[in-house]
Structure formats: C-alpha cells, structure tokens
C-alpha cells in the first residue's frame, strides 16, 4: 500500500515537473520571440536614423513606439496601451488619421501628444498645418501642428503593453519572471543532456 502511494506520488512529481518545464519553455519561446520583433524594430529604426545623419535629413525615425498615459483618445486608445507609428513620407497625413507629434502648447510642456487629425490646411506641397483632437476631448487642440512636427501615423495598437513595460520595469519581477524561467530551462536541459550522456557510457560499458 505504502509503496504503491510512493509510486503514485514519485509520478504525479515527474507530471508536475515536465508539465512546469515545458510552460517555462513555451513562456521563454514567447519571449524570445517578442525580444527578436524588437529587435528588428530596432533595427530598422536605428538604420533609419543612421541614413538620416549621413544624409543630413532631420527627419523623425522611420518607425517608433510609445505608451500612452492620458485619457484623451479613450475608447478607440486607452491608457497603458502601447502604438507604433509610421513616419509618411512628405506630407501623406489626412483628416481622420491619428498621430503621433510634438506638441507646442504649454499645457503640454513639450510631450509627445496623439491625436486625430480633424483638418488639414496645406501650406505647400509638402507641408500643411494640421488641427488635431482628442476623440475624448470636448475641444479640438489650441495648436496646430506643422507637418515638421509630426512623428508619425498610427499603425497599431497594442493593448495594455504598458503595464508589461511597467512590470518589467523592477529588477525583482525581472528576474523571477525572465530570467529564473530561463535558467530553469537552461539547467534542465543539460540535466538532460547529462543523464542521456551517462546512459549511453553505461551502455557501452556493458
């Protein structure tokens, strides 16, 4: 009787063990995959910037990323959510579209402010003046924007990224939930790799 339970507890161990294992994998494999998505982004935006520099354009970078912290184009953005904006080239932005840009009100003390364009005033074929509002806001914005102080169209949003950003952001939840699950897989796997290793020279031996 004793045995059995023994048996039945050393199985259960092993199930518990595995089934951990391998969600700490498929965990990491996200995460890997999410950090190599970055690093395109990266990619991408530092080459960008690169041929700006040598070129001398003071364009905005190709692509960019922000989180969003206010409530002013709730529902369609809300807080915590994260975008990632386009820069068009010349002055494609229309009414309707939401960008990312530089604010010049006082208010808004220099941020980076996103919001719907709801008229276009062309200065020139590749500049207009833009006047900008929150989809929850009651006005549009005091001041308009200049086509130069465009960072960007939306493109997507990513709901609730920011509260990842902000998570990760503390080197304790860092650690328990990035790096520990890797070393857990790390240390796993060259278990693995030991007791196959050892099983083998056995086999030979015999």
């Known amino acids: 009787m004793v045995k059995n339970m023994i048996i039945e507890q050393d199985s259960l161990f092993s199930k518990f063990k595995y089934l951990s294992y391998f969600i700490a994998r498929a965990f990491i494999i996200a995460i890997i995959s999410l950090l190599c998505l970055f690093g395109v982004f990266l990619l991408v935006y530092f080459g960008d910037l690169f041929i700006n520099v040598k070129s001398g354009n003071k364009n905005s970078p190709l692509f960019n990323g922000y989180v969003i912290v206010s409530p002013s184009m709730v529902p369609t953005i809300n807080i915590n959510d994260a975008i990632v904006v386009k820069r068009e080239k010349d002055d494609q932005y229309s009414i309707g579209d939401i960008i990312s840009f530089f604010s ?13 364009i709801i008229e276009k005033n062309n200065r020139s074929s590749i500049r207009s003046l833009y006047t900008t509002k929150g989809d929850n806001n009651n006005i549009p914005d005091k001041q308009g924007v200049y086509t130069d102080d465009i960072y960007g ?31 857990i897989v790390i240390v796993y796997d060259f278990m693995r790799v030991g007791i196959l290793f050892k099983k083998n020279k056995d086999w030979d031996y015999n």
């Open 153 to 183: 169209k939306v493109l997507f949003v990513i709901p609730k990224l920011g509260y990842v950003q902000s998570f990760l952001v503390k080197p304790i939840n860092l650690i328990c939930f990035i790096i520990l699950p890797v070393l």
């Open 104 to 116: 010049t009100e006082y208010s808004a003390n220099g941020m980076v402010i996103t919001h719907r």
